[in-house]
């Protein structure tokens, strides 16, 4: 696909580390499957990944974790 940040790369498969940040909490998944940009370097996760992401960082958010870094891990 085409970038919508640069318009000028095109988006290919690779991995990226993505930080989620809720009520002073910081989470980071390194590793995450993504299309990255040949150009920029902006990624880009598909629905299924973005919700694991969410549902993993709310768990280690309720478990009263502050900071928390990670290799994502497919299910």
Known sequence: MKCVICK????????????????GAVIVFRN?????CDVCG?????????????TEAEKL???????DVRDYRAA
């Open 8 to 23: 000028q790369g095109t988006t290919k498969p690779g991995a990226a580390t993505e930080v989620l940040e809720r009520d």
């Open 32 to 36: 995450v499957p993504a299309e990255v």
């Open 42 to 54: 902006e990624t880009y996760l598909d629905a299924a990944t973005t919700s694991r992401l969410q």
């Open 61 to 67: 958010i309720a478990t009263g974790s502050r900071l």
